[in-house]
């Protein structure tokens, strides 16, 4: 890792050097070279997205959204536990019998978790999951058909519009990655707040302030929780907020921020299909523990959440967009009503985006907002006649 760093391509093919590495860089790298050497080839390959150690021996790697095992280990047990405890004194944290479980972030963004046997029952057990250095745009999704032009068009307007967007899907189904490319159409005027219980988002704009969380030392003080953080955020004046990944009360925050005039946040969740969104919004805004009617909680989630926009990963390892919805509350029955804006259309051979036919309620909003000049591709959809699907596309 000699020698002068190399150019990087900049705007009109222009190329400037790379930033010159910090001491705790070149230290990391060093560490990296020594206590990681049987996984170089793995974190040097930028396709490679995650690394899975399951016991010495056992090494596996995903790559374009497969993951196969990999022909690589470590000499031994030992030799794995010592990588193990000098990654922990690296970041800072400690890792041993007592405290067999770390969480942490690498110097070069990557996220890991070290888990000691017997909790592991395979040895010591390591997830390395890595992120792109490069900045991710709009055209990273479109290269790899994860959305169309068209649903990405209506996506861009709408957080333009500032809409609150929850972006659903299941692990590794590309949430992170199309949070950072929704943030790029946010106004380079905005004050953005990111609050993340695990650093990894890389918001593309100057005025942003990026929160963490932190766990509590060995004698159980000085925690901030993401909880924390996101009521500390609303005296930052922020004009967008967006929360990594929402997991537990810190639900209740959001949902209330964004039902009292803040508006145009972004945030992330773990579920499998829009409904299951509302279902497990509302569940974690039951571990806030106020009390609330369960018909009081849908109706703020119902009022916060302008679209769940659901993310998915197919066997083939492909990572796209399946669906694009707004969420409404039949107050008779007490439920959720899920509306598909767009929807995966499976009946070709490649599944695809398609527009349902339902007008998306910002559509209305469109003259005020002074955006109708930013609609081209989805025209049809916002002058659409509401309730009219005599357009739409037949969807299986």
Same mark, same amino acid.
């Given at each position: 890792m000699s020698g002068p760093p190399p150019a990087e391509a900049g705007v009109n093919g222009a190329t400037a050097a790379k930033p010159a590495e910090t001491g705790a860089q070149r230290a990391y790298k060093a560490g990296i070279n020594y206590f990681l050497g049987p996984l170089l080839p793995l974190l040097n390959d930028e396709g490679v997205s995650e690394v899975m150690i399951n016991g010495h021996e056992h090494i596996y790697a995903e790559k374009g959204g497969k993951v196969q095992r990999v022909d690589a280990r470590f000499e031994s047990?030992?030799?794995?536990?010592?990588?193990a405890n000098n990654i922990a004194q690296f970041v800072g944290k400690t890792i041993t019998d007592k405290e067999p479980i770390l969480d942490g972030r690498l110097p070069d963004g990557s996220r890991i978790c070290i888990i000691l046997g017997p909790i592991s029952g395979a040895g010591t057990s390591v997830n390395i999951r890595r992120f792109s250095r490069s900045a991710v745009t709009p055209d990273f999704l479109l290269?790899?058909?994860?959305?169309?032009?068209?649903?990405?068009?209506?996506l861009t307007i709408a957080v333009e519009a500032a809409l609150n967007i929850v972006v659903s899907g299941g692990t590794g189904s590309g949430k992170t990655t199309l949070l950072n490319?929704?943030?790029? #159409?946010?106004?380079? $005027?905005?004050?953005?707040?990111?609050? /993340?219980?695990?650093?990894?988002?890389?918001?593309?704009?100057?005025?942003?302030v990026q929160l963490e969380a932190r766990p509590a030392d060995p004698y159980g003080k000085g925690a901030i929780t993401v909880r924390d953080l996101f009521v500390s955020s609303l005296r930052m004046r922020p004009d967008r907020i967006v929360v990594g990944e929402v997991r537990r009360g810190e639900a209740l925050d959001m949902v209330q921020a964004m039902t009292s005039g803040h508006r145009g946040s972004l945030a992330t969740?773990? #579920?499998?299909?829009? $409904?299951?969104?509302?279902?497990?919004? /509302?569940?974690?805004?039951?571990m806030a523990d106020l009390g609330l009617p369960i018909i009081s909680l849908r109706r703020q989630i119902a009022l916060a959440v302008d679209l769940f926009v659901q993310t998915s990963r197919l066997h083939s390892g492909r990572r796209l967009v399946t669906h694009i919805s707004e969420v409404d509350l039949d107050e008779k029955a007490g439920i959720y009503q899920i509306r598909d804006i767009f929807n995966l259309d499976t009946s070709g051979p490649e599944p695809t985006m398609k527009w349902t036919g339902e007008r998306p309620t910002v559509a209305r909003d469109m003259g005020w907002l002074g955006l109708t000049d930013r609609i081209k591709l989805t025209k049809h959809i916002f002058e659409a006649k509401p309730g009219s699907k005599d357009d739409a596309p037949k969807s299986h």
């Open positions: 047990e030992e030799a794995l536990r010592s990588a290269k790899r058909n994860a959305v169309t032009p068209e649903a990405l068009e209506f490319i929704l943030s790029t #159409a946010i106004a380079d $005027s905005d004050r953005i707040v990111v609050i /993340e219980d695990t650093r990894e988002l890389q918001i593309q704009k100057e005025h942003v969740l773990h #579920a499998d299909n829009p $409904s299951q969104a509302c279902g497990r919004l /509302e569940t974690m805004c039951l």
